[in-house]
């Protein structure tokens, strides 16, 4: 069974700074992308950002120009720095990995961001 193990979150002041990195437990054949998700107390889960085996990136429109997606496909593992940070990025952080054959999420990590 894969899992997804996510380091890094926690509590940072607006303006700061985090990165949050994610990898697999065993390798995963086939990648199609891996790329980060968030969840806000009373808010469904939203993308914060992809990147593709073949390196090209998605962000949500709140995320551009502050948040870098990046990958290690030979290591099955994926980062997220997040700059300039705003009291509205507080949410759990899921990591996602999507292969041919299925889909996995990590457990999730807390990011709060206090103003």
């Known amino acids: 069974q894969v899992q997804l193990v996510q380091s890094g979150g926690g509590l940072v002041q607006a303006g700061g700074s985090l990165r949050l990195s994610c990898a697999a437990s065993?390798?995963?054949?086939?990648?199609?992308?891996m790329g980060w998700y968030r969840q806000a107390p009373g808010k469904e889960r939203e993308l914060v950002a992809a990147i593709t085996s073949g390196g090209d990136t998605n962000y949500a429109d709140s995320m551009k120009g502050r948040f870098t997606i990046s990958s290690d496909y030979a290591k099955n593992t994926v980062y997220l720095q997040m700059d300039n940070l705003k009291p509205e990025d507080t949410a759990v952080y899921y990591c996602n990995v999507n292969s041919t054959y299925s889909r996995y999420w990590g457990k999730g990590t807390q990011v709060t961001v206090s103003s």
């Open positions: 065993r390798s995963i054949f086939r990648i199609n992308a």
